[in-house]
């Protein structure tokens, strides 16, 4: 009895340092699919932008979320090719974010940040879907001038950036990343409280107006010529232009006020909170960068006149810009937690 006791008591350690090494490996499969839905997300929201540069967004009829009337079309036009193949990505998503669910919860302990960001991201994916099915059901889609459409535009862009900022938050708890520190104490850095919202609020309504503006460059060209001759042309008495063609002009000056706030907020936390971590300093210099790019691509797309590729390029660096946002007013709110970086990593699933 003795013996069988010792060769018990020998073998329970090693199943326990099966179960952790088995363990760690899940989450290490989690973080990867985290950092590839996010990834594959970004592919999907560059090709949804040129659903509408090519004006294929009623590829599908006025049908959702069948297509025409089908599953699967019985035939395929070009438009139909570019709308259907837009809509099975998105739909792929989908099917990613219910993974990401199912393996947070399968491999991380209960009250674990990362189950939030997978289920945020799962909700906003299916609120992305019903954005988009709302704008083909009401025709707000191909040359439809209707005001209606912008407002559609820019609440979808916002909730694209919603669903990506969770994306992101996503793959960092996966990877180990700790808590959100929120609401920040009164006494520690109060100013946090009102600049993160602040910026955030600020980023999703420049967002929004580059969705009208890109939407606007899309249905109205603009006018032979220097840019004030458009500006004439969009602001002119005649009554022909429409709403989504005169805010066009927002976007370029909220850009100015937005980068410069940005600017701001990444040198108050490099001399207000010390020590900044490296990552925070890669980050701010990453976004110094891409700010550069930015305005370089908005110059070159008023000076070219908007083509689509380069408002695919300029949707792309305002996506990265976006997530080094986030980045950055994530890493202020966590450098001082008390959670160690790999804490609840290290812990068994509940």
Same mark, same amino acid.
Not at 1 to 19: F, I, N, V, W
Not at 198 to 208: E, F, K, P, R, V
Not at 235 to 257: D, K
């Given at each position: 009895?003795?013996?069988?006791?010792?060769?018990?008591?020998?073998?329970?350690?090693?199943?326990?340092?099966?179960?952790?090494?088995?363990?760690?490996?899940?989450?290490?499969?989690?973080?990867?699919?985290?950092?590839?839905?996010?990834?594959y997300n970004v592919l999907v929201i560059l090709w949804g932008a040129y659903v509408r540069i090519s004006g294929s967004g009623a590829g599908c009829g006025d049908h959702w979320p069948l297509c025409d009337g089908h599953v699967v079309p019985?035939?395929?036009t070009v438009q139909r090719v570019i709308e259907f193949s837009h809509r099975a990505t998105s739909g792929l998503s989908g099917l990613f974010a219910i993974g990401l669910v199912g393996a947070s919860f399968w491999a991380t302990p209960k009250g674990h940040p990362v189950r939030l960001g997978a289920a945020l991201t799962l909700g906003l994916i299916v609120l992305e879907g019903l954005v988009g099915g709302m704008q083909v059901l009401l025709g707000l889609t191909a040359n439809s001038t209707d005001p209606a459409r912008g407002l559609v535009q820019g609440v979808h862009l916002a909730n694209t950036f919603l669903l990506l900022a969770a994306m992101l938050l996503t793959a960092l708890w996966a990877g180990g990343a700790p808590k959100l520190r929120w609401p920040v104490a009164k006494s520690d850095h109060a100013w946090l409280r009102w600049a993160v919202?602040?910026?955030?609020?600020?980023?999703?309504?420049?967002?929004?107006?580059?969705?009208?503006?890109?939407?606007?460059?899309?249905?109205?060209?603009p006018a032979p010529g220097t840019p004030l001759d458009t500006l004439r042309r969009d602001?002119?008495?005649?009554?022909?232009?429409?709403?989504?063609?005169?805010?066009?002009?927002?976007?370029?000056?909220?850009?100015?006020?937005v980068c410069a706030l940005l600017l701001?907020?990444?040198?108050?936390?490099?001399?207000?909170?010390?020590?900044?971590?490296?990552?925070?300093?890669?980050?701010?210099?990453?976004?110094?960068?891409?700010? $550069? =790019?930015?305005?370089?691509?908005? #110059? &070159?797309? !008023?000076? +070219?006149?908007a083509p689509g590729w380069l408002q695919l390029?300029?949707? $792309? =660096?305002?996506?990265?810009?976006? #997530? &080094?946002? !986030?980045? +950055?007013m994530y890493l202020p709110l966590t450098e001082h937690s008390s959670l160690p970086v790999h804490e609840a990593t290290q812990e068994a699933p509940a």
């Open positions: 009895m003795s013996l069988l006791s010792a060769q018990q008591g020998q073998g329970a350690p090693k199943q326990r340092g099966e179960g952790q090494q088995e363990h760690q490996i899940a989450v290490r499969w989690l973080a990867r699919l985290a950092w590839f839905t996010l990834a019985p035939s395929f919202p602040l910026i955030t609020g600020a980023m999703l309504l420049l967002g929004m107006a580059g969705a009208v503006t890109a939407l606007g460059d899309k249905l109205f060209m602001f002119g008495h005649n009554g022909v232009t429409g709403l989504i063609q005169q805010l066009r002009v927002v976007h370029p000056l909220l850009a100015v006020v701001w907020f990444v040198d108050k936390v490099k001399h207000s909170i010390a020590p900044v971590s490296p990552t925070f300093l890669r980050a701010g210099y990453w976004l110094y960068a891409v700010i $550069a =790019l930015q305005i370089g691509a908005g #110059l &070159l797309n !008023v000076a +070219l006149k390029v300029h949707l $792309a =660096l305002a996506s990265v810009m976006w #997530l &080094l946002v !986030v980045l +950055l």
